[in-house]
């Protein structure tokens, strides 16, 4: 048996571009089996496919059709977050650029456990992580005359200057910042949170042995400065939102922010979702606060449009991530470490990891602060647009305006019962793809719009759609 290519070395462009354009193929012929946002059928069928498709798991003999087939299936039993009926959930539809540079990544393999691994590609992530990390502190930056849009050469940012970590996404970068929290306040640090908080920080406080967490009641979706007064009581991190998830909401970040600074509490801020208003003229004042945070969480995955993973953790003072150093010998000798070669040990809690900077940088690059700020303006259009389209509709209710790009809707005097059966009759048909919320002691559906190239037409057939679904 011939030994099978490989992507990199002098037969990888060869090999590969064959490979291409059967995965394309593959891509294309899925989603016209699919024909939909959702595969038809439920969980059931969906799994009959699957299972047709694979076959054996570890066939005695390979089948050289195999990239085909398994991608078609995938294709055809995937959710498309490019059709603009899928609109459930923070589920971006990536860009073709980001993409692209996503499979160099795959080809080429770096590790960034250690600089011999991945030469290049740690220097572009320490270049980017810290550009961002001065976007999300520009408000302290520039009251100390420090901000700058270009990114500092190595070695040239002090300890106190702001940094970010990349990380998977909202979870990992929210248990990182609890960490810091606890190596920075002691063992003895108390999580503060609305209920409204993505449910991975009372996990992460669980996970590093906090004490019990305190979750503050939210009944108008945020956090109440007052009522979180309230709540602050011994060494504390407050955990607020910028862009939750149900309804994208965004916590009074400078009064909390302010209250923090009063009571000596520490501030961390999860903008997984809200976090991409930084690069709108138009929307990025939302913001306001943020600098004032010691640790935010940002998801790039998101209002960012790149493929999964793409998540960080900006921190307002680079020398907290000190608590993070950790040493092996055939990673990060110290001789090696005295001598030049950069120790990116300390850079996550992971120690094989892909290089996933390089997607976003070809994306900021290609796009510029105009480009992305341009895509998150017109989802926010959109999701105004939809609200006006509900609120202006005899037979729905709307919650509220939206705050980003998230609508909650329902049909008028629809039981709950009733709307969870429409929103699951849409899944099973595989025609929409909407979210469930409760708020105000109802259940809502939730539009969630991250398409930049849905039209007001999809937006007025899409409420059809729900309301030729829901019983009269």
Known sequence: ?????LASGPEGRTALRPLLDTVLDALGEGTRLRGGPLPAGGPGAVADRVRDALGAVLPDEGDPDALRHLVRALAEG???PADPFCAAHLHCPPLAVAAAADLAVSVLNPSLDSWDQAPAA???????TRALANEVYAETLRGAGLYRHAAPSRGATSPHRPDALITTGGTESNQLALLLARETL???????????????????AWLLGLPEPVIVPTPHGTLDPATLDKALHGPSVVAATAGTT???????????AALCAHRGARLHVDAAYGGGLLFSSRHRAKLTGL?????VTLDLHKLGWQPVAAGLLAVRDAQDLAALTQHADYLNADDDTEAGLPDLLGRSLRTTRRPDILKT?????????????????QVCDLARQFARLVHDHPRFELHEPPTISTVLFRPTDATDDALAAVRRQLLTDGRAVL???RADGRLWLKATLLNPTTRPADLADLLHLVEGTTPR
């Open 1 to 5: 048996m011939n030994t099978p290519p």
């Open 78 to 80: 995937s959710a498309d």
């Open 122 to 128: 740690s220097e572009l992530e320490e270049l980017l």
């Open 186 to 204: 002691g063992p003895g640090v108390r999580l503060i949170c609305g209920e409204n908080a993505h449910h991975s920080l009372p996990r992460a």
């Open 246 to 256: 149900d309804a994208g909401l965004i916590d009074p970040l400078p009064e909390i």
């Open 291 to 295: 600098s004032a945070a010691g640790t």
């Open 361 to 377: 940088a070809v994306t900021l690059k290609t796009l510029g602060r105009t480009g992305l700020g341009t895509l998150v303006d």
């Open 435 to 437: 979210g469930r919320a």
